[in-house]
């Protein structure tokens, strides 16, 4: 390489693209995530000291009737292997991965993205951003269709920092809202809130629901309290086919 070339490469100038390239664009919890990472050279040849990921999310975080967006990082590995790129050239790399259980369901305002770097010694790092569209595994979106059938509609998708007693493997709840506008449950109940909480063992239900005409400090039953010291629910097929009993047991709280 001619000292003009290694200067070039040193400021980053013709430097290398990243692409990262997903199998598709949605995903649920727990699903194994498979791409393609695409880098072209520029019109000078670099040494990649290794290719980085990180997962992300940004979600509304809603205290005190203020809201705010946070981000956080789920997940992060890297590819350490070095290689070098001569001028011009392609490589693609495959990659997989596995969307962490505890990934939120991009509603509401709620985003997700897979971001790559390279790692480029004396250059700015390029990087690329690819987002990615969480949907609720089929037994969760079985049951947020029950809901649906039952009469509920979703108003609204926030998040809560989680105590650090609850058993939760991640440091905050995504809640769903409910309101009933038809159905056995209209009149009844004013407010629901649903949150699908990952374990070991599977994937547990967090519901709340506020009864009409009740006074705050009686207008909330719990499935799953963030002390943990409430009966938790494990999502099953037949805890989705009886859920307007579980319902009608809150109200009896």
């Known amino acids: ?50 290719v980085y990921f990180s997962l992300h999310c940004s979600y ?21 292997d070095a290689f070098k790129v001569a001028a011009g050239e392609e490589w693609e790399l495959p990659i997989e991965f596995v969307l962490p259980e505890f990934t939120p369901l991009t509603l509401g305002k709620t985003k997700v993205w897979l971001a790559t770097g390279l790692d480029i010694r004396q250059a700015v790092d390029p990087k690329d951003r690819d987002y990615l569209q969480v949907v609720p595994e089929p037994l969760a979106a079985e049951l947020l269709h029950q809901v649906e059938q039952l009469g509920f509609v979703q108003t609204l998708v926030h998040t809560e920092a989680v105590s650090s007693m609850a058993r939760v493997a991640a440091p905050y709840l995504q809640m769903l809202h409910y309101q009933p506008r038809s159905g056995e449950f209209s009149g009844r109940i004013e407010e629901m809130e649903l949150a699908l909480v990952p374990a070991s063992d599977g994937v547990y239900l967090h519901a709340e629901v506020t ?3 009740r006074g705050m400090a009686a207008a909330v039953s719990r499935i799953l309290a963030e002390s943990g010291d409430r009966e938790r629910l494990l999502l099953t097929p037949e805890l989705v086919a009886d859920l307007p009993r579980h319902l009608n047991q809150l109200l009896l709280d």
């Not at 009737?65 to 789920?74: D, H, I, P, R, S």
């Open 211 to 213: 009864r009409t005409g």
């Open 60 to 80: 509304e975080q809603v205290e005190e009737g203020q809201a705010q967006t946070l981000e956080v990082e789920l997940a992060h590995f890297q590819l350490a």
């Open 1 to 50: 390489m001619s000292l003009f070339n290694r200067l070039l490469s040193a400021v980053g100038m013709g430097s290398c693209e990243v692409d990262t390239l997903l199998q598709k664009e949605r995903y649920f919890p727990g699903e194994s995530v498979s791409a393609r990472v695409r880098i072209k050279a520029g019109n000078v040849g670099q040494r990649i000291h290794g």
